[in-house]
């Protein structure tokens, strides 16, 4: 087992990242402040660690809270389904929540953590990819809204990571793909070095080579706890972790949440960053060429969906997180490894990358 801490003071806490750490079940508990925990899953992880969690927490009269699968789900209405089962069950403020499951389930039961009875303990065990190389580390937590990806949450961190690399094995091949979208962006915001190495890579990490797999993890999680334990709140670095964000939850919220993975989206959307960037002339296009092909290489979309039209991609890109006094701030690429945040670009260059980088309608 291989341990990584993300510094944040008296809130700092360890990413375990492991084969075989369900089975370990003194990382979780030794997180856990009280007697009881609910662990809140969805119907797809269920039937498949729900089991093996639950032998291992017998001790603390483990409540079970299971959501439906799908981004679709991640909404306030099911949310209160967390709230509806922790009061039915009395639990009370020392409860510990434990997400099991990809970044839907979370996002969902952190914010559901944060705002039970003001805030209760909570620890992440990610099982998809992309929740073991980002969304599971740094406190960032919510739940869709129609108008807007992930625009109702809170900032609230886990007391412990927990990433058993052995769930990789049941996540279908579309969702590891999704997860290494996440992987490729630390690659291109601040780790040239990672983005050669996956360039050599891309095979294993495709045929679920352990090795590949858990250094490709680890080193995601290092450049996101680095960032984190920088800039917290995102007040200003912690944004380039959003590199093709702005465009990838346009087309998510544009298209229906669920019918484009969040990392099938946040891949097309980097490329459309990278396509921008080369005509700030920041980026020269052979690198934007690179990041194209190994996006593609990881069965990835490179180009936005082409039923999307621009005016309409323009008008859901302004309803981010980033927009500030009513300006659209964009995490572009200074160079392939380094990302930069500005709201400094002309708008026609925007529009040209909207008209270029979709598919025929
Ligand atoms: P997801 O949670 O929907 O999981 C993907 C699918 O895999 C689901 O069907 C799930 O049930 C299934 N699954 C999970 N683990 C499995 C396993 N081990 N074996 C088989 N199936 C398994 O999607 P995701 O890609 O994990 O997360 C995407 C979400 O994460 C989005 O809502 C996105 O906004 C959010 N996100 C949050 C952050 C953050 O910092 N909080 C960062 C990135 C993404
Ligand atoms: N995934 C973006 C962030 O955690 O800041």
């Known amino acids: 087992m291989k341990t990584l801490q993300v510094d944040l003071g008296e809130r700092s806490y360890p990413i375990y990242i492991g084969a075989g750490l369900l089975d370990r079940a003194e990382c979780l508990t030794r997180h856990v402040p009280a007697s009881r925990i609910a662990i809140v899953t969805n119907e797809t992880v269920a039937p498949l660690y729900l089991a093996k969690l639950r032998a291992h927490v017998a001790s603390f009269q483990p409540l079970e809270v299971i959501l439906p699968d799908g981004e679709q789900y991640k909404t306030l209405e099911v949310l209160n389904r967390i709230f509806d089962a922790l009061l039915a069950a009395r639990c009370d403020r020392r409860t510990t929540l434990v997400a ?38 740094g406190g960032k937590t919510g739940v869709n809204h129609p108008l807007g990806k992930n625009m109702i949450g809170a900032f609230y961190q886990p007391r412990a990571v927990i990433i058993d690399t052995d769930t990789l094995k049941t996540l279908p091949d579309r969702e590891l793909s999704a997860g290494l979208a996440e992987v490729i962006k630390y690659g291109l915001i601040r780790d040239p070095e990672f983005f050669t190495w996956l360039e050599s890579n891309m095979d294993k990490l495709l045929a679920r080579d352990t090795e590949a797999l858990s250094f490709a993890i680890h080193r995601s999680c290092r450049n996101k706890a680095e960032v984190v334990a920088a800039d917290e709140r995102e007040s200003g670095v912690r944004a380039i972790l959003n590199l093709g964000h702005t465009f990838g939850h346009a087309i998510e919220t544009g298209l229906g949440y669920g019918s484009w993975l969040h990392g099938e989206a946040i891949a097309a959307g980097m490329v459309m960053a990278a396509d921008l960037s080369q005509r700030l002339r920041w980026l020269p296009a052979a690198d934007v060429t690179r990041i194209e092909k190994l996006i593609l290489r990881a069965r990835l979309p490179v180009r936005a969906p082409g039923t999307l039209a621009p005016a309409r991609f323009l008008e859901l890109m302004a309803v981010d997180k980033k927009v500030m006094d009513g300006r659209l701030r964009l995490v572009l690429l200074k160079r392939l490894g380094e990302a930069v945040v500005t709201a400094d670009y002309p708008r026609a260059q925007l529009e040209a990358t909207l008209a270029s980088r979709r598919e025929a309608a």
């Open 100 to 137: 099991l499951g990809g970044g839907v389930i979370g996002d969902m039961a952190g914010f559901a953590a944060a705002c039970y009875q003001r805030g209760v303990p909570f620890i992440q065990v990610p099982t998809t990819l992309l929740g073991q190389v980002d969304s599971s580390v």
